[in-house]
């Protein structure tokens, strides 16, 4: 058999392969991510961290006033922010979704100009549990790419488009736990929905960055008809499994051979070390078929405000991700998830009039689908999260202008200026939720975290040291000279904990 015909009998159409099963090799006498220089004090302590993460990225721009900032006295005079439109979104709570907009808006906090802040009555799924409201930080966000092909990278990795550090979350994470321990399943997925659009490069959660390509997280596509767990177990290899193992070892060893000098000994390329790692991934990829289970991407449906989703890819994503970071023997260290939103009706990207169902139905499906599967206080099914050891974020590229765009009911314009993200549980406790910044009528924010504090800092929430050569630099940080002072900077802004 030659190698073309190998190889696609081998891997099949669309076979997806595991990262790697090797732990990275420390670097001097630390591991990768191990604190330093000052920062250990600054940390949260052991049995204060962060182990989990579920980050999930609404995909499109959520409009801040609807959801996780709403100031009423703000455009009370001029019918902006919260009260755009107020007439017509009043009739849609109020006649298609028969919520009383009255008991619609529930206190969080007050922000840093001294206006009290209230969650949006698309977000009652949330607020009607007091547990996780106790444990719930605001984050106001500023950055200056408008554009979803932008806007969505940076705010993933907290990096500009196009910076060779540009890795996701889970390739941070997943470093760090297997520079600790071996594993034979991922420690990091990224779960998107195959309705997204190429463009925006919504796959960016899975960029590898500086890390070997080993620690990329594996990324799925989330689809109705999955074929992902029988391609893993290699149904079509059949009985010649083992036989086509036993020839890829081979062709690995005989390329490794032809780089070792006679007396340098081996001359192996980190690229040589991805690939070996990737062949292992493959072959014992049918582990990962068993983690991931038969009723893998099983089919739900959404109901919100008078119409249905008979497929909701965004809770059919969200529930794959708690089953994995909830799993009983390989459990998940990160999960981030794409939710393209209710109907996929471009997700939270409001344009052209449909801004209060879109941003509504969208939301209120998210957050029905999240939270049942959290844990209340002493309930302590191993199925859901607990927060105690997991963080969720809610993330968005950008937040939506507080005025018109079109000049006609239900269109709103991209605003990276001033948006909201929210932090749960994890390294977040009841005494550090509270609101960080503040965003004017105006709607554009000053001293705003930026996105590279808001991933520096979830990192920080494990006890990672956020200053590896693969991860940022103090100088990513406005007004920080130092690893100590940006450390400082992260604990207070984005953790809410103070000296």
């Known amino acids: 058999m030659n190698r073309r015909d190998f190889l696609a009998h081998a891997l099949g159409a669309g076979v997806a392969l595991a990262p790697g099963v090797l732990p990275s090799p420390a670097r001097g006498s630390s591991l990768w991510g191990e604190p ?60 298609t979704c028969g919520w009383d907009l009255s008991e619609g808006l529930v206190y969080v ?25 106790a444990r719930l930080r605001v984050l106001v966000m500023s950055h200056g790419n408008g554009a979803h092909a932008l806007g969505v990278p940076v705010m993933m990795t907290g990096m500009r488009f196009g910076d060779p550090r540009q890795a996701g979350i889970g390739a941070h994470v997943q470093r760090y736990v297997r520079a600790r321990a071996a594993g034979t399943v991922p420690a990091a997925y990224h779960l998107v929905p195959i309705d997204f659009y190429d ?39 059949g009985d010649r499994r083992a036989a086509m193992d036993a020839l890829t070892a081979h062709y690995i ?13 081996a001359l192996r390329s980190r690229g040589l070390d991805d690939y070996t790692v990737a062949a292992s991934a493959f072959a014992g990829s049918p582990a ?26 965004s809770g059919m994503g969200l529930h794959t991700a708690v089953d994995l970071l909830t799993h009983p023997t390989d459990p998940a260290h990160c999960c981030t998830v794409v939710d393209t939103g209710f109907d996929a009706r ?34 302590h099914d191993p199925a859901k ?66 996105p590279a504090e808001l991933r520096a800092g979830i990192l920080a929430s494990f006890g990672i040291h956020p200053f590896e050569d693969e991860s940022f630099r103090p100088d990513d940080f406005e007004g920080a000279c130092d690893e100590v002072e940006a ?3 992260l604990m207070t802004r984005v953790l809410g904990r103070r000296p």
């Open 253 to 265: 060893e005989q390329t490794r051979a032809r780089y070792v000098h006679p007396t340098a000994g």
């Open 199 to 237: 463009q925006d490069n919504l796959l960016m959660g899975d960029a590898g960055g500086l890390h070997p390509a080993s620690m990329r997280p594996l990324s799925i596509k989330v689809r109705a008809d999955s074929a992902l767990p029988s391609l893993l177990r290699r149904e079509a290899a």
């Open 487 to 489: 450390t400082e900077r």
């Open 36 to 95: 330093r220089g000052g920062t250990e004090g600054w940390l949260p302590a052991d049995g204060e961290r962060t182990q989990r993460l579920l980050d999930i990225h609404l995909y499109g721009g959520v409009s801040y006033y609807d959801s996780f900032y709403v100031v009423e006295e703000h455009g009370a005079d001029d019918g902006t922010g919260w009260h755009l439109d107020l007439a017509e979104r009043r009739a849609m709570y109020e006649k």
């Open 346 to 379: 471009f997700a939270y990207d409001t344009h052209y009039g449909d801004h209060f169902p879109t941003q509504t139905r969208s939301l209120q499906s998210l957050l029905e689908t999240l939270v049942p599967r959290i844990n209340r206080p002493g309930e």
């Open 109 to 133: 906090g007050d922000d840093a100009d001294g206006f009290p802040v209230r969650f949006g009555p698309a977000t009652r799924a949330l607020t009607d549990r007091d547990d996780l409201m």
């Open 385 to 450: 999260i607990d927060l105690d050891t997991t963080m969720i974020a809610l993330t968005t590229e950008f937040g939506r202008t507080p005025t018109r765009e079109y000049d006609y009911v239900g269109s709103t314009a991209h605003n990276p200026r001033g948006f909201a993200v929210v932090l749960i549980g994890g390294a977040i406790r009841a005494e550090h939720a509270g609101i960080e910044g503040a965003i004017p009528a105006s709607g554009r924010a000053d001293d705003a975290v930026s």
């Open 288 to 313: 990962l078929a068993e983690l991931l289970g038969d009723d893998f991407l099983a089919r739900v449906d959404a109901r919100s405000c008078g119409a249905v989703d008979p497929v909701y890819l």
